[in-house]
């Protein structure tokens, strides 16, 4: 079982549409916890840090559910610039610098 | 502007060659990771290193070698002994661990490696 696993999609949706991706982590260690987004052949950019009291910047909202171990990104009233993979990214209170990333749920916004 | 540059953006190599990716910052950062992806996988961690003069293998650091002479540069160098070397190599950086637990890493362009 990977440690963090996401849907890979690809998730097909119209502009305006409000689509959610789902992410859960198997680690108990894990600390803290992101979504970057990451263009076709570009670096992962960071889109938002994960809080355990939700956080919402613009049209995104991040969820935590420490108990289920999962984390969730919903986009509201998507744009075509949306378009792009969107990568779960989970960090470990293990002393180190463990960092995992999930392979990333694609996203592609239709005219 | 601050930021991480990488170098070259396309490399092809021949096999059992030696090469090397260059990775500089200029954000002050005290960490900086090597990272390979490959085609729907995530990415896969191969050194990273916390301070000048010291770093650490990842998961996959066999066939890799890294140096840390300075604080803004981390370079990798892709040996002979790395059986399947082509892949998406991204190198990032992020504040000290003891600066917070949210210290988020931050990406360079990235190199493609390519094996002909």
């Known amino acids: 079982r990977k440690e963090v696993e996401q849907d890979p999609g690809p998730f097909n949706v119209p502009e305006g549409a409000t689509v959610a991706f789902n992410c859960t982590y198997s680690?108990?260690?894990?600390?803290?916890f992101f979504w970057y987004r990451q263009d076709c052949r570009k670096e992962p950019k960071l889109l938002m840090s994960v809080y355990s009291s939700g956080n919402e910047d613009g049209r995104f909202t991040a969820q935590l559910n420490r108990a289920s171990q999962y984390i969730s990104l919903l986009i509201r009233d998507s744009k075509l610039s949306d378009s792009a993979t969107y990568l779960c990214?989970?960090?470990?209170?293990?002393?180190?610098?463990?960092?995992?990333f999930g392979a990333g749920t694609r996203l592609f916004v239709k005219a | 502007d601050g930021g991480i540059t990488q170098s070259p953006k396309y490399l092809f190599r021949k096999e059992g060659q030696n090469v090397t990716l260059s990775c500089e910052q200029n954000?002050?950062?005290?960490?900086m990771y090597w990272y390979r992806q490959d085609p729907g996988q995530g990415l896969r961690l191969i050194y990273y290193s916390q301070i000048v003069n010291d770093f650490q293998k990842g998961d996959i650091a066999e066939g890799y070698s890294v140096s840390r002479e300075k604080k803004e540069s981390f370079p990798l160098t892709v040996t002979s002994a790395q059986k399947n070397p082509t892949a998406f190599y991204l190198c990032?950086?992020?504040?000290?661990?003891?600066?917070?637990?949210?210290?988020?890493?931050?990406f360079g362009p990235g190199t493609r490696l390519t094996v002909l």
């Open positions: 680690n108990s260690a894990s600390q803290s």
């Open positions: 990032a950086s992020s504040k000290a661990k003891t600066s917070g637990i949210y210290n988020e890493q931050f």
């Open positions: 954000l002050n950062h005290d960490a």
């Open positions: 990214v989970v960090k470990l209170n293990t002393g180190g610098f463990k960092t995992i």
